[in-house]
């Protein structure tokens, strides 16, 4: 079989397209990340200061401490947000002294305990204009004092995740290889409880690899890096995996907790934790350390962009950076959150008649839930509805103990109708909701009531999520819900960031973009191992995406021949 012609190479600024973002907007959007960047470095200090505590149970420390951490979604007082931003490095730039204190230097203290883990940065850390090939290249004197700025707060993107990058990798190359030494006798842990504690914490690995050696490519390059805008957007596609990480963080928790119980596994932690590959730091400020990261990103290219000049069109970029990482930091809190609200509602529901569902699936989120009134006028009741990105659920409103399911529907084959109040009925706040396939594949409609108007806006935003978005001209998908594709010849791309697949694979379509280009990954295959691959390479196939949108018109062609 002849292979077509690969269409035209896709623009240089495929992954980084020009977007007007309005700075003072992408700014003040920063304030909540940047709380939830304070949450975990207070949790952090707390780790570090018991962990100084000589001779203190590590089971009771690493409870009270993980504890503390458990809600990423937590607020800091005002007075103790970030404030001075502006010289790096200061008081901002020595926030993650040990979660990133680089693995080939020991810790000194100047003379205190080392299992204290307080690291002053300004010991440790390198600042672009004392590197070699800054000073012998003059370049503090050709640059203006805006522009070392710059170069220092791209410096420190940089060389903090080369700091985070090290110290992951003590967890991962050295922790985890620990918990599966066949010496240990007994185990410290069973397989599955590693599964909780460590998460994925391998592909983070990975991600972090790859991330840092675009940014130390860039700066070999050239002395003064010019952008790095390109580098953010590209990567920040496949930082998937920290949702993941942060959604499992309350199941890590206490599954911790649980472990810390068992005194041989307490015994086997502080010999670990005793190491000098460790560090001698808490176990738990490893298990931190990505949820810090990524918290982290935001503010320091929030650092960039302040010193990125108004005129230049980098300054479009980097916002955009700057706000999808806003995005994705959003997106790990409310990851965490529902997972939350899940487990908690596992304990409650009852699939009495109902087929069982499992509601802690790795994408699922809560974006609204709360009490609605189902029936006619004549015979109402309160029943529970829970609005998730992927599912819509009812139960009974029986007791705060006991919530028997009514019924189930995944959101593609739900369909919301409004009912727009008229003069007759002033505050109309009845809807429906049409259940295409439930619990039992039929089809089945409920007559509900919101409480009040501002509920009512609240339900009709969260039940209909839309299947698919448009960004410049692009087409999006959810991850949870997309098409997908049948390779019909191999490809292996020229770039770093294409896709290599081979021919009958299937394949994730994630974006599909008006010049014959697709975003996506082979079905199975880690979330870092995504790329670009031209469109005519594959053939559509039968997925639930493709049969919701069957069913959906189906309903509407039937609807509309009724009328």
Known sequence: MELPSRPPTAPADTLCRAETVDVDDATSAFKDEEDLYQTLETCRKRIEERGSAGGKSVSNDTESTFTAASGIDSHMSSDEEEKDFDM????????????????????????????????????????????????EGGFLEKLSSSEVKLQEAIYELQSSEETYNKSLSILVNFIIPRFNDESNDPPPCSKQDQEVLFSNAQDLMEI??????????????????ESVSDIILQHIRIFEPYVSYCRNQCLQNAKFVALGADSAFEKFLRQVQEAPESQKLPFTSYLLLPMQRITRMPLLLKAVVERTPDDSEEKTHICKAMEQAQKLVKRCNESARSLELMTELESKIRFDKVTHLDLSVNH???????????????????????????????????????????????????????????ESEENNLNFSVVFLENHERKEATYFLEALSLKD???????????????????????????????????????????????????????????????????????????????????????????????????YHLIKAATL
């Open 88 to 135: 790096l490095p200061d008081a901002k730039a020595a926030v993650a002294a040990v979660a990133e204190a680089p693995a080939s230097q020991p810790i000194s203290t100047g003379g205190s305990s080392v299992t204290s883990g307080v690291v002053s940065m300004m010991e440790m850390r390198t600042l672009w204009r004392d590197l070699p090939q800054v000073q």
């Open 208 to 225: 972090s690899n790859m991330f840092l050696a675009e940014l130390k490519q860039r700066s070999e390059e050239s002395v003064v890096v």
């Open 364 to 422: 699922r989120l809560i974006t609204h839930h709360g009490l609605v009134r189902l029936g006619n006028k004549k015979k109402r009741k309160e029943i529970n509805m829970y609005a998730f990105n992927d599912l819509i659920l009812l139960t009974k409103a029986k007791n705060d103990r006991f919530q028997p399911i009514i019924d189930y529907c995944m959101t593609p084959f739900v369909i919301v109708h409004g009912r727009v109040p008229d």
């Open 456 to 554: 009512m806006e609240k339900w009709m935003s969260a039940l209909n999520p839309p299947m698919y978005t448009k960004e410049e001209g692009d087409t999006i998908y959810q991850r949870w819900n997309c098409p997908l594709g049948k390779a019909l010849y191999p490809f292996h791309g020229a770039k770093d960031d294409d896709l290599n697949m081979v021919e009958g694979q299937e394949i994730h379509v994630l974006r599909r973009t008006e010049d014959g280009w697709c975003f996506g990954s082979v079905v199975g295959s880690s979330p870092s191992e995504e790329g670009w691959f031209p469109m005519s390479y594959i053939a559509d196939i039968s997925s639930e995406f493709r049969r919701a949108l069957n069913v959906r018109q189906r």
